[in-house]
């Protein structure tokens, strides 16, 4: 008595896990990727300019202004009155030092002036206004 064969069943690749591995690379490079950047101030929305260039020169000092008007040099708070007097500090001998301001386009002109007259109050200080190309 001859008994039934069972059906062969072809042979499959189970190509799933190797999915599950690809998604989880593509997930560390896009999160690693994150972390490169490089961000000197504060988030703030930047006015568009038709003429904003790239900055040539690596910023030295940062002052920031954000929306409702609070100053930051280098990240850290700081009042206007002492502003002069620690960017004298930071600047030093070098003569070549760049400030760049990010002022959120809602400041206040005057808020701005403000801090673009403490800034040359100090030898030796260029001064520079962030802003996005449009």
């Known amino acids: 008595m001859r008994l039934q064969d069972e059906p062969d069943i072809p042979a499959q690749i189970n190509i799933v ?31 568009k300019a038709a ?4 900055q040539q020169v690596p910023a030295k000092i940062t002052i920031t202004v954000d ?5 930051s040099l280098n990240r850290q708070p700081i009042l206007i009155d002492s502003l002069a007097q620690q960017l004298r ?9 760049l400030v760049i301001i990010n002022a959120d386009e809602k400041v206040a002109h005057g808020k701005v002036v403000a801090v673009m007259d403490q800034v040359r109050q100090v030898p030796g200080a260029k001064l520079a206004i962030a802003t996005q190309k449009q």
């Open 51 to 54: 003429t904003a260039k790239q």
């Open 89 to 97: 500090n930071l600047v030093g001998v070098n003569q070549e030092a």
């Open 17 to 47: 896990p190797m999915i599950d591995v690809i998604f989880a690379i593509l997930t560390f490079f896009i999160m690693s990727t994150l972390f490169l950047t490089r961000s000197e101030g504060l988030p703030v929305n930047l006015p």
């Open 67 to 71: 929306q409702q008007g609070a100053v």
